[in-house]
């Protein structure tokens, strides 16, 4: 459980990280006014989704391995 959980998490993370980068990124800016993000919580976005893929090594270490 706690393998799939962390993977999971590492997932979610790496795509908030992509949505959130993606969005924030001026892509095709040619002045600085255009350049402000797709909306307005974009780079709090990508700064959750490091947050999450780093939590999962927490998730990994506190929660029990299965006994065998």
């Not at 959130?20 to 255009?34: H, I, L, N, R």
């Not at 700064?47 to 299965?66: C, H, N, Q």
Request: no cysteine; proline share 6%; charged share 15%.
């Amino acid at each position: 459980m706690r393998k799939g959980l962390t993977i999971a998490m590492v997932l979610l993370g790496a795509l908030l990280m992509v949505v959130g980068y993606t969005a924030s990124a001026p892509w095709g800016a040619s002045t600085v006014a255009d350049s402000d993000p797709a909306f307005g919580f974009a780079p709090t976005l990508f700064v959750l989704g490091v947050v999450v893929a780093f939590g999962s090594a927490l998730v990994y270490e506190i929660l029990p391995d299965r006994d065998r």
